[in-house]
């Protein structure tokens, strides 16, 4: 119940507040770039919040399913960068010998633009979903990597030495000390890298694709000022789906590792 | 000789640490020679920098003497440390984030394959040992100072090691609340009766706990005096006010200044 309390009061409430502030500016600029200004496209730079809203509503249905394959094919390469990406902090961990042979790839691989890597590698598998996928897995790679091998190399000596007076095997060393230490990394490598995601699978939409929010939202902006209301909804979904993505770490991440100073309960409530 | 009945349970001989880097070399520990026997409580003691967290790291096989020879029970601190003889509590309690204090307490115990119902039994009596009913499943950041470093003892005595190795376990606490662990330990000590050998910059709690006290000076460390404390036992707050205490207070002061 602390929990919750501490959600609605401590968060909640000056979200919901910045929120409405910002919608009714957002009106109230659109309205004057149209009516008073009367900039030519002044639709197309800033629409009314409640014109898109209604897109939103009309098309609700197929915002939801591009948004949902675009999320999906996200979530998977996602989850496959992130199985590699920890796999390999791993092995870097128990050997310099690896880290000294794989991570100035891993670095180099980061200096790719992800614009031009997409469609070589749409070129290469010409598969639209195998393309997204592995985009969205090579972005999670490395910030999942680099941040879980700091976490299981910046173990405190101490509590090191406490498994070594204890006599401890290696493998307890690693699963009761290594593993649950890498754990604020790891996740923290996640919360980068699940925004990234989608807006690499969007990305790769972009540059041809069947199905997807990316798809749709292409073919709003080709068809010009009379999609505009669309075209600003399926950008909204698109940033929808990386806070989406964002809150879900976020959740499981106070789910697995829930001993985290930031979760810790200050005692009495922020009002 | 009373004690050389007794078997020796640590023997040190001729023992010295070097510190080197490329830069630079410490002497931090020369010619250190003592016996500890089965069941005693010695502390080590003396201001800071003059190598006591040295020479019970080197006794814990956490670190290898550059000279001289370490013995317990006869065999070398390697085969004692993986024959799992040592509980040991750090300067910090060290308590893992992500264990509840039951969990803490029963890390080593995991460690030597102890079922979980026995574990769950050894933890209830280690709670109660060190007075921590009822905290068993809260997270250290929840407990205060005094009652992690509790934790910690629990931890260390949970292995039931013959050696418990204790390196100024409550310099960090207040002098009341120390005051109390100490009272404490000697009352835990009571009933657990291993070898513990504690070590402390503060020259009371030393008398108080010890039936020996090895004064260590600086640069390089080496084994100034050796102190007898026959201070009779159980011991609490009278043995504090006693003049026996005073004397042997100012006796190892003045062991200092001649230093
Ligand atoms: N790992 C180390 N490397 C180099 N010098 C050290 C190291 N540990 C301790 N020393 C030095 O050895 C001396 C004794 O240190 P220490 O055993 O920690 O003393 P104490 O515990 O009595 O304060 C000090 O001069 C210290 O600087
Ligand atoms: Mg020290």
Redo the contacts with the bound molecule.
Sequence with gaps: MKGLRFLRYGRLLPAMAWGLGLLILWEAASWYLLQVRQVPLAQSKLPYIHEVLSAFAEYGDTLVQEGAVTFGNAGLGFLLGAAAGALLAILMSLSKWIEHLAFPYAVASQMIPILGLAPILYGIVHDERVARVLIAGYITFFPVSINMLRGLRGVEPSALELLYSYAAKPWNIYFKLRLPASLPGLFSGLKIAAPLAVTGAILVELMGARHGIGVIMLRNLYYGPSHTYMFWSTVIVGALLGVASYALIGGLERLIAPWQPEFRDKGGDRL | METAKRYPEIELANVGMR?S?DASE?N?LQEISLDIAKGEFVSLL?P????????LRLMADLIQPTSGSIKVSGKSAKEARLARKYGIVFQNPVLYDWRRVEENIALPLEMMGVKKSERKRKVAELLELVRLQGFGDKYPWQLSGGMQQRVAIARALSMEPEILLMDEPFSALDEFTRERLNEELLSIWGQVNNTVVF?THSISESIFLSDRVYVLSPHP?RLSSVVDIPLPRPRNRETRNSPEFFNLIARIRGSFEGV
Aim: glycine share 26%; net charge positive; charged share 5%.
């Design positions: 510190y880097s410490v931090a003396g800071s920098g003059c190598g006591k967290t040295t020479l070590v460390g």
